[in-house]
């Protein structure tokens, strides 16, 4: 019983701790362990206790919001990590097949074909309100074709492609941990200001109420039917008893490549009539089980822990431990995340520790067999030795190096600004770039276009390459073309590759179209200007002004800017790609990378999405006879499939 009560409260405070403060503090593989302990205990004693998270669903509506009383309780779901059965599941019956996407349930209301209300799950009986919040959500239609009263349930997330680009725009320890814990802020935040530039998808994948409607008794028909009002399901597949063995198979093989957070399959029973006679138990419904991936653990020793500095001052801590073999791959490295993770896992050199990859696709440390709890957290940075301080942010400690002028952070600084999206400076990797700096070539990104002066000592004294002197030469000769060759760039390249705290690519875009690309009005912009813009808070438009009100930062930027030829950009009113959606896949022939073919479509409108889908447009590809995933898959939905030139022609754009 002591065992009972200790299990129920950790995985409460771990619940609580996900749902209310977006952090996580144990991970997936240890609450599912902990549940599934809890669970053998509550079977063994007869016994569960009344606020035990086998009995209840979900977490508890915080104080904040709204609180709003779901009119049919919310289940969970059952679950399973075999095949076998699920194939037993469904015996003789036809099933759905989808992804458990990695979000926030949530339910929406339709009244007359308008939207009403968005509420979260909550504990399953009661959520929060949280329409205040309908403009992140960038696939909710706002009114349907729909007259009755209409109910739903799907899945709210943000794609691993737009929270890394949000990720972008913050420097420091604040950087969001992942699309769930940010997806889970953005819907309940309580201001829409403050999240407003946070895409946000939702993903239906149940009818609650829908009067009137005859799905002729098949689940399937209720998506289709969705779909055809303008929502986008949660794909699926129809499947059985035998096929659902290569069913999941495949799920399984695309999980690497697919842009949202996915923790396993769910599997629902297609018949409605029969699904009602299943019944629900007090927390489960009988006709559906979810499938969790197994979770590819291995054992291994912990090493050693690096310490890497970022152009910011934080030192990240990275577990080194013997090689093992995860889901395919060879992996010896995984992020520690910051202090607490390293003191609650009481981690020591020589460890054992178990590995496992998140989603299949994020390595992690999942537990700590050995605990020695011998780490010494360094009191001296790695890189300067000036030293370390330890900073709270958002209830987590990370580690600092307190040097304002250390190597490391003038290296990664550095490599971003040489970075793709950036200046695109190709063959100024960190490793040479650190070169430089021991060198005395570089101090700031301004050396970068005098690094002419050192030719004679890039070339013979070996700084490129000691193993083969001759190879300097060649090596030096296409560094400096590519310097020449990013000296034509786009302005928000550039602005990006200043390195402006918590201005990413994206924000980078929208400040030079507000201010009709002129730098001159960029550098002299004011806070109020700048609090104006969509999506620009307090926090961004602090951080722009004070970079430029710092005079080494224009006086870098005076030695650069005569230097630079910047591309011009259509700013006419005039997005003749507007509503459309595109996907591009293989080698580019008119661009240097897929970043420049995305600028253009962008900037006419369009937008470009990493996954094909049934909203997609059209994929871009120029083999159109190629075996791709995304070819198959465009060709499964009768997505048209394109060419680079193909594009140019259709839509009458200029190369």
């Not at 890497?308 to 520690?336: H, Y």
């Not at 390595?363 to 957290?377: D, G, H, K, M, R």
Request: some cysteine.
């Amino acid at each position: 019983m002591e065992r009972m009560r200790f299990l129920v409260d950790k995985l409460n405070a771990a619940s609580f701790a996900y749902y209310n403060l977006n952090n996580e503090i144990i991970s997936d593989y240890e609450y599912d362990k902990l549940y599934d302990e809890l669970l053998q205990l509550e079977k063994k004693l007869s016994v569960t206790l009344e606020d035990s998270p086998t009995k209840n669903v979900g977490y508890k509506a915080v104080d904040s919001l709204k609180k709003v009383v779901h009119e049919k309780k919310m289940l969970s779901l059952d679950k399973t990590k075999d095949v076998q059965k699920l194939s037993e599941f469904l015996g003789d019956k036809i099933g759905l097949l989808s992804w458990k996407l990695d979000g926030l349930t949530i339910v929406l209301k339709y009244e007359k074909g308008v939207l009403k209300q968005i509420i979260t799950r909550g504990n399953g009986e009661v959520g929060e309100d949280i329409t205040h919040n309908a403009g992140v959500f960038k696939n909710i239609p706002k009114q349907i074709d729909f007259e009755n009263d209409l109910v739903i349930r799907g899945e709210a997330v943000i794609s691993y492609t737009d929270f890394n680009k949000i990720n972008e725009k913050i420097l420091g320890a604040d950087k969001y941990k992942n699309p769930r814990n940010l997806c889970s802020g953005t819907v309940r935040n309580l201001k829409y200001k403050n999240v407003a530039d946070r895409p946000v998808y939702f993903f239906a994948f149940e009818v609650v109420q829908s009067d009137g409607v005859d799905f002729k008794n098949s689940k399937m028909q209720k998506f289709v039917w969705l779909e055809g009002l303008g929502f986008d399901v949660v794909e699926y597949k129809v499947t059985d008893a035998k096929k659902i063995f290569d069913d999941v198979n495949d799920f399984k093989s695309r999980i690497s490549n697919f842009d949202f957070g996915a923790d396993g399959l769910v599997l629902t029973i297609d018949d409605i009539n029969y699904s009602k006679q299943l019944g629900v138990t007090s927390k489960f419904p009988r006709d559906s089980i979810a499938f969790k991936w197994m979770d590819d653990t291995r054992t291994t020793k912990l090493l050693n822990i690096e310490w890497n500095v970022s152009r910011t001052g934080l030192i990240n801590p990275i577990a080194v431990f013997e090689t093992i073999e995860l889901e395919g791959t060879k992996v010896n490295k995984a992020s520690l995340h910051n202090i607490n993770f390293i003191e609650n896992m009481k981690l020591g050199i020589g460890d054992e520790i178990k590995v496992y990859k998140a989603n299949m696709i994020i390595p992690q440390v999942a537990e700590n067999l050995t605990q020695s709890n011998n780490i010494n957290i360094p009191q001296k940075c790695p890189v300067c030795n000036h030293n370390t301080e330890i900073v709270k942010v958002n209830n987590g400690k990370f580690l600092m190096c307190t040097n304002p002028n250390c190597r490391a952070k003038l290296v990664m600084s550095l490599a971003h600004f040489a970075s793709r999206n950036a200046m695109n400076i190709e063959g100024l990797s960190e490793m040479i770039i650190t070169k430089f700096v021991e060198s005395g070539f570089l101090k700031s990104y301004a050396d970068i276009y005098e690094l002419e002066k050192y030719e004679q000592e890039i070339k013979f004294y070996q700084v490129l390459d000691s193993k083969s002197p001759n190879k300097n030469h060649k090596l030096y000769s296409n560094l400096i073309s590519a310097i020449e060759r990013s000296k034509h760039t786009f302005l928000y390249n550039f602005i990006y590759a200043l390195g402006i705290n918590q201005v990413g690519l994206s924000n980078a875009k929208t400040l030079c179209e507000e201010f009709n690309y002129d730098i001159d009005k960029i550098k002299s912009v004011s806070l109020d200007e700048l609090n104006m813009i969509h999506g620009f808070g307090d926090s961004i438009s602090k951080s722009i002004v004070e970079y430029f009100s710092d005079d080494e930062n224009i006086k870098l930027m005076d030695r650069v800017l005569p230097l630079l030829d910047f591309k011009p950009v259509n700013v006419s009113d005039d997005k003749i790609l507007n509503g459309l959606t595109f996907v591009i896949t293989g080698d580019m022939i008119n661009f240097n990378n897929r970043n420049e073919f995305t600028n253009l479509i962008e900037s006419l409108g369009g937008k470009v999405s990493s996954s094909v889908s049934k909203k997609t447009s059209a994929l871009i590809n120029n083999n159109l006879s190629s075996k791709s995933s995304k070819n198959l898959k465009a060709i499964e939905l009768n997505i048209p499939i394109i060419t680079e030139n193909d594009f140019f022609n259709m839509y009458g754009i200029k190369r």
